[in-house]
């Protein structure tokens, strides 16, 4: 789409990043997708490693930003069964018009989305599925909204 890295992203890692020719910058910029497959479960906050005091994982490398799922103590949504993954509908609508905006236009499906739920459910739980029914709506609400 735009033959090179985002600016920021140069300005922090450009060492970190392999480069990119100018024959490869152009090809990029010429062979736009024909579509664009969007995975959404959920949404966290990304917190600031660079000003502020962060405790990552050793698989989270030398990342910038750690993910994570409340601010001020309070959950960016409801807790699924997934420890990370959160009920936030709204970050479906959020995306879609992130990448239709950034993109121009260009078809988004949404090649997957679900919910996970707890493993201890009781069998009448497991038959109302209501957690996931509420999820699906959320989320069906959202991408509703976004394409409006």
């Known amino acids: 789409f735009f033959g090179d890295y985002p600016r920021e992203m140069c300005e922090m890692l450009s060492s970190n990043l ?37 405790d990552l994982e050793t698989y989270e490398g030398n990342a910038l930003v750690q993910a994570v799922g409340e601010r001020d103590g309070v959950t960016i949504g409801k807790p699924t069964a997934i420890h990370g993954y959160y009920d936030v509908p709204e970050g479906m609508e ?12 260009t078809p988004v499906y949404v090649t997957e989305n679900g919910y996970s739920q707890f493993s201890d459910n ?27």
């Open 18 to 54: 392999p480069k990119f020719t100018s024959e490869e910058k152009r090809l990029l910029r010429k062979n736009n997708a024909d579509f664009i497959g969007l995975n959404h479960y959920t949404s966290i906050y990304a917190k600031d490693c660079i000003s502020s005091p962060c």
């Open 122 to 148: 009781s069998m009448e739980d497991l038959i109302n599925d209501v957690g996931r029914v509420n999820y699906l709506q959320g989320y069906l609400t959202s991408i509703s909204s976004a394409i409006r």
């Open 94 to 105: 959020l995306i879609v018009k992130y990448v239709n905006q950034r993109y121009k236009n």
